[in-house]
């Protein structure tokens, strides 16, 4: 081996390198299986809560509530489970770990990308468990399973532009305290919205504020397709749900993404 072989610069793979990262996020979830457990069954009480216990009051049958409410709070906990990730990159920059990362000869947006990676499995397994939860209440979906796994396809997409806003909330914020506080945010988001009722039920302007946030569109656009009939709306977003649960996440994407690969390579500068 030569002398130039031992100096030159060493080459690196994005994709090899955020899988390596993944799988250290894994190894910390085998390690904390009862923080995991939790996580996954969250969602869970929030259908039995919503479903079973609320939904006939809401909706009058809590059957017809039920087809309703499932693919809400699968957007709903496409948001919800964001905090996680701010937390573990805000936790990683506060003990240094992060200073280690950027050390290392590995490709610029690895460690980001590896951590988003990891999250997206997790909502995989969450789907999963509400998807679940969802057939033992009597949902079902009605439009064949090509529409169903298109919706599945939304819900991730939206995760995986939520993801990165949540990988650069957690690198601006500083400290995991002031992660905490900005969970609060997450439940007049995630209300604010047609996850669980219908806008048609609020007053007009408050239901178009609610049709224009992302979730609404992504849990519009999954009740379209899971059961092949056309929900619309007040507002253009409602009206176009499939475009918009495109659109949204797409621009989160690619706003926040750079904004976090630049971050977190200025961290400590």
Do not use: C
């Not at 259908?47 to 957007?75: K, Q, R, W």
């Not at 964001?82 to 610029?108: N, Q, Y």
């Not at 949540?166 to 988001?189: D, F, H, N």
């Not at 929900?231 to 750079?258: D, E, K, N, S």
């Amino acid at each position: 081996m030569t002398t130039s072989t031992l100096t030159g610069p060493v080459r690196t793979h994005l994709w090899r390198d955020a899988a390596i990262i993944t799988g250290r996020t894994m190894r910390h979830w085998r390690a904390r299986p009862a923080t995991f457990a939790v996580q996954l069954l969250f969602p869970v009480l929030i259908i039995l809560m919503m479903g079973g216990l609320l939904g006939g009051a809401i909706a009058g049958n809590a059957g017809d509530y039920i087809l309703f409410v499932i693919p809400g709070v699968l957007a709903f906990t496409m948001l919800f489970g964001v905090e996680t990730t701010m937390i573990a990159v805000t936790t990683d920059a506060a003990k240094t770990v992060t200073d280690r990362f950027r050390s290392l000869p590995i490709a610029p947006g690895s460690v980001l990308l590896g951590r988003v990676l990891a999250d997206m499995l997790t909502s995989v397994l969450e789907i999963i468990m509400i998807t679940l939860a969802g057939l033992a209440l009597g949902w079902r979906w009605e439009n064949g399973l090509a529409a169903a796994l298109t919706a599945y396809g939304l819900l991730l997409w939206l995760r995986f532009g939520l993801l990165w806003f949540g990988v650069w909330a957690g690198l601006k914020a500083g400290s995991p305290e002031a992660v905490s506080a900005a969970q609060l945010l997450a439940w007049p988001i995630g209300f604010l919205s047609t996850v669980f009722i219908d806008p048609a039920t609020m007053p007009g302007w408050l239901g178009a504020i609610a049709e224009w946030n992302p979730l609404s569109a992504t849990a519009t656009a999954a009740r379209e397709l899971f059961t092949g009939t056309y929900a619309g709306g007040l507002t253009w977003a409602a009206q176009h749900a499939l475009a918009t649960a495109v659109i949204a996440p797409l621009l989160l994407t690619l706003i926040f993404a750079p904004l976090a690969i630049r971050t977190f390579q200025g961290l400590n500068r």
